[in-house]
């Protein structure tokens, strides 16, 4: 490992001390004079014509200024197709869209006068699940799926609930299967999710009677909010200002376009007045997007040497009521369908279907923890089959150098150490042993673990921008629009520039939090691709700030700019210190003795841009990874096998992140997701009845606890360095959330010799299926 | 119905005039400036809207503002030294205990209370004490060892003082 100054080092987090002093603000803490209130009504069905709408009685009580509703906005949004309307219009989709919304001077009178507004609905068929959805005389959600605007990448089905198929072929299924001594097929589920950010989201909108709107937003994606929120209002991007504080968490949920428009709808109609909508809890269970529902069918033929051959895999994605955003979700997860293996001969067909259900979205891990959850538990049944041990029938099969992955990508060296991140789990779990005797016969101990791999799931033109600014007394300020929620970007992205400037941390600021008017171009904080890309752009924002530099001390010190280095202080002439330029003497221009200055101002730009291409619309094949992280993890657990507890003795999580900024915050980033993973295994589900979500609150939606914690938690970082990463980085956002659950799944398995094929892996699930096994 | 009342927050005596419906989280954060208490459910089920409240934690959320009349009320801000920060809160910052940072004035409102009817928690009982207070963001472990790390310096500065 290289020798760093300001990486692979716990610098303490730039934010810290605002967020333990409760001097950041959140959305929620803004409040300007004047401002307005506002509510939203939401359907109560979930699928029904809307008749009428009658505002008068609410328009007429007092304090209230302005009522909206799809007969004055008719506008709709989406960041990959463009199918959500900001209020029902013609129907209701799902049971908590947006009808009609309210602004008044109180957030009393806003409740009370959405009560007075009068919906008459007439009820439609109902598309509760995946299957009503397919059906060959199903109701069709969207009957104008085939007018919407969406990008070219994405396959919507004319006639049917289909937004997007995404197919991958690779080598000769046919023949795999022929070819194959034995073949396995299974089918596996999962449940919608939700992100539960503890932050509620919020926007807070003006729109002046100059038809300049300005946003703050609890918000991933300043720059793609600008740009979403323009395409739906029909305004120019300069006369959209977004600006964004502090977000109490996102994890997918706040990326994209989410509930602004509310506000700005409002904002439309009492121009000049700010209005502020804060979500409740149960408005984020309803009125945000939600993780897809999933249903897969995996079928793989092994030869005998227990080498995979073939393998067809079908995902079916329950999109909720409108895809917008999700419909990457299934292109993200159909390229990686297969997970991290190297198999030749693949078929994967990818959906996802509209229904009457809460919106998918974008979410942590995007796709891969929906898709590892189906294929690592299948990798866990073959190999207990095959009586071959799991962890050696993974290290047999996984992407390895010289490999080629689903898509076709060839895997180097630098593309990461999976076998690496086998090993080191297998070794904490102390693998290979059984598991300690528990005292109590009823007691069942296992082990399982499972691999995963993800890349950011983006489209080929996701561009990044950086600044750093030098300061008179050379300090930095370094610009940048990737945003703080909570994964230490800030922190990392900092000590990123320091390293590339050879200066202590201590002499930089970040000015990390974005404002679309004064801040470079970010595409969106998602797809854990800000360290990396944003850290790229930085690197080339502090090499232009040192050509700058060059230019003007090669004229003072009468040398080619080629002859000359900076280190933190000084601009020097190689191999001759003596020669040089203290760094404040010429960052705001160089003054030589007579007065007469040269030069200016320092300010260095640099933009990255990830080399990716489309996708083969028939095959899938392409190059649409920037780069991959590779991991491993593994659970320890006991099953009391007369109630079907489950105890989480042990959890362990490796990858191969490349070198590491910030031990402190990466660790924060594995712990956090892992911890999320254990949630999306055990606990979380969003339940349905009659179509209706059942739990939209913390009473009856459960996420983990303190009190949950596993006895031991493990995270261990493989430091393979990506060539393409700044200083050798790569992306761990998302990650540790993925293999979680079938970790556990196969731990439990191991335990009992029970396969449970549905999530959450809750003790009655447990329960019901050790008797059925009886 | 608004009604003219008087809160005791952070030492200091406010009037303020408040509905008879309000929390004292919505009073403490619109009426008082005082925005380091969040709303995270409004139902007493997150704790991001900690404050002490005669002496321990509770979820002003669930209190109406009428009823914290006479009461001494504590909040992040109140625990805040002019000039550093608690040691506490160091010690979240020290062990990367902040991740999205919405959660931490209710976690470090938990520890404060903890740690002064428990100046040496084992790991269940810090555990068990912060349980109430959700986070997404750190999966707890980091919390923990914070408020362990807390716990030490604290009785450092206490056996400074002896
Ligand atoms: S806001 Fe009070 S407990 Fe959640
Ligand atoms: S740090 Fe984000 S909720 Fe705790």
Redesign the interface.
């Known amino acids: 490992m290289k020798n760093f100054i300001n990486l692979g080092r716990?610098v303490?987090?730039l934010?810290?001390?605002?967020?333990?002093?409760?001097n950041?603000?959140?959305i929620?803490?803004y409040?300007f004079p004047g401002m307005l209130y506002a509510k939203v009504l939401r359907s109560p069905h979930p699928h029904a014509e809307i008749i009428s709408i009658n505002t008068s009685a609410a328009e007429k009580m007092e304090g209230v200024i302005a009522v909206t509703h799809s007969g004055k906005c008719s506008h709709k949004m989406g960041l990959y197709l463009v199918d959500r309307p900001v209020f029902a219009t013609g129907k209701v989709r799902f049971k908590g869209e947006p009808v009609a919304a309210v602004a008044a001077l109180t957030e009393?009178i806003a409740a009370a006068a959405i009560k007075k507004i009068k919906v008459k609905y007439k009820m439609l068929p109902l598309v509760d699940n995946i299957e009503d959805a397919l059906d060959k005389n199903a109701t069709l959600v969207h009957p104008d799926l085939m007018k919407y605007s969406y990008l070219p990448i994405y396959y919507p089905k004319k006639g049917t609930n289909i937004f997007n198929h995404f197919p991958l072929r690779k080598g000769d299924i046919k023949k795999g299967f022929k070819q194959s001594y034995k073949i396995y097929e299974n089918e596996f589920t999962l449940p919608q999710i939700q992100?539960?950010?503890?932050?509620?989201h919020g926007a807070i909108a003006k729109w002046d009677r100059n038809d300049k709107l300005t946003v703050y937003s609890s918000v991933q994606s300043p720059f793609t909010l600008r740009n979403l929120l323009r395409l739906a209002f029909g305004l120019s991007h300069k006369d959209v200002r977004v600006i964004a504080p502090?977000?109490?968490?996102?994890?997918g949920g706040k990326a994209g376009i989410n509930m602004e428009p509310l506000a700005v709808a409002l904002a439309k109609e009492a121009k000049g007045k700010w209005i502020k909508l804060?979500f409740?809890?149960e408005e984020v269970f309803l009125g945000t997007t939600v993780r897809q529902a999933m249903r897969a069918r995996v079928k793989t033929g092994i030869a005998k040497n227990g080498r995979i051959i073939a393998e067809e895999i079908e995902m079916i994605f329950d999109g909720g009521a409108y895809a917008e955003y999700g419909t990457n979700v299934v292109r993200a997860a159909g390229y990686t369908c297969i997970g991290p293996y190297d198999i030749k001969n693949v078929k994967g067909d990818t959906y996802g279907v509209y229904t009457n259900h809460l919106v998918g979205g974008a979410f942590r891990g995007f796709g891969h923890g929906e898709l590892h959850w189906a294929v690592e538990s299948q990798m866990d049944i073959i190999a207990n089959d095959l009586k071959m041990d799991p962890a050696e029938f993974r290290r047999l099969n996984v992407l390895k150098p010289g490999s080629i992955n689903s898509m076709g990508e060839k895997i180097t060296k630098h593309t990461g150490d999976m076998v690496a991140c086998i090993d080191a789990v297998a070794k904490d779990l102390k693998w290979g042993k059984p598991s300690k005797k528990p005292a109590k016969p009823y007691i069942k101990r296992g082990k399982g673990l499972a691999v995963l791999e993800k890349a950011p799931a983006m489209p080929a033109n996701a561009t990044s921008c950086a600044r750093v600014k030098f300061n008179e007394d050379a300090t930095v300020i370094v610009q940048f629009s990737g945003m703080e929620?909570?994964?230490?970007c800030i922190t990392a992205l900092t000590q990123i520039a320091a390293e590339r400037l050879k200066m202590d941390v201590s002499k930089l600021h970040a000015a990390g939090l974005p404002d679309t008017d004064f801040s470079p171009y970010e595409w969106q904080t998602v797809a854990s691709r800000i360290t990396w890309a944003v850290g790229n752009a930085i690197i080339n924002a502090v090499d232009d700030a040192h050509e700058k530099i060059k230019k003007v001390a090669s004229k003072v010190l009468k040398v080619k700019a080629s002859q000359l280095d900076i280190d933190g202080e000084k601009v020097f002439v190689i191999g001759n210190k003596g020669k040089s330029i203290a760094l404040p003497l010429i960052i705001m221009g160089y003054q030589y003795p007579d007065g007469h200055t040269i030069g200016g101002p320092v300010e260095g730009v640099g933009t990255f841009t990830p080399h990716l291409t489309n996708l083969d619309a028939k095959t899938g094949q392409g190059h649409a990874a920037a780069e991959w992280t590779f991991g491993c993890e593994g659970a320890e657990i006991e099953v009391d096998t007369r109630t079907g507890e489950l105890k989480i003795l042990n959890l362990v999580g490796a990858f191969d992140l490349g070198t590491v900024i910030n031990p402190?915050?990466a660790?924060?980033q594995i712990?956090?997701?892992?911890?999320?993973g254990l949630g999306s295994a055990v606990l979380e589900e969003l339940k349905y009845k009659d179509g209706k979500i059942a739990n939209p609150?913390?009473?009856d939606y459960k996420?983990?606890?303190?009190?949950d914690?596993p006895d031991k938690?493990k995270h261990i970082f493989i430091q393979t360095p990506d060539d393409g990463g700044p200083f050798g980085a790569r992306a761990i956002g998302e990650h540790p959330m993925i293999s979680i659950p079938p970790a556990i799944a196969n731990a439990i398995y191991d335990a009992t010799g029970v396969r449970i094929k549905a999530l959450p892996l809750t003790d009655e699930k447990i329960l019901s299926s050790l008797k059925e096994k009886k | 119905m608004s009604k003219d009342i008087t809160l005791n927050v952070n030492g200091i005596d406010h009037h303020v005039n408040i509905q008879g419906n309000e929390t004292l989280l919505k009073v403490l954060r619109d009426k008082l400036g005082l925005t380091a208490a969040k709303e995270g459910c409004g139902a007493g089920e997150c704790g991001a809207c900690a404050v002490i409240y005669n002496g321990s934690p509770a979820s002003s959320c669930l209190i109406l503002a009428v009823e914290a009349e006479g009461v001494e009320i504590l909040t992040l801000e109140g625990i805040t030294p002019k000039d550093h920060l608690h040691p506490i809160q160091q010690a979240f910052i020290d062990k990367g205990a902040v991740q999205c940072g919405f959660c931490t004035p209710g976690m470090i409102i938990t520890t404060y209370s903890l740690l002064k009817s428990n100046p040496d928690p084992s790991e269940d009982e810090i555990k068990k004490a912060i349980s109430g207070n959700l986070c997404r963001c750190t999966g707890y472990v980091q919390i923990i060892e914070a408020i362990r790390e807390a716990a030490r310096r604290l009785k450092r500065v206490k056996g400074r003082r002896k």
């Open positions: 716990d303490n987090r934010d810290g001390y605002d967020k333990v002093s409760g950041a603000k959140y929620a803490d409040e009393d992100h539960v950010p503890m932050e509620p502090y977000v109490g968490g996102g994890f804060i409740s809890r929620i909570g994964q230490g402190s915050t660790r924060g712990i956090g997701g892992m911890i999320q609150s913390f009473v996420i983990p606890t303190a009190a914690l938690i």
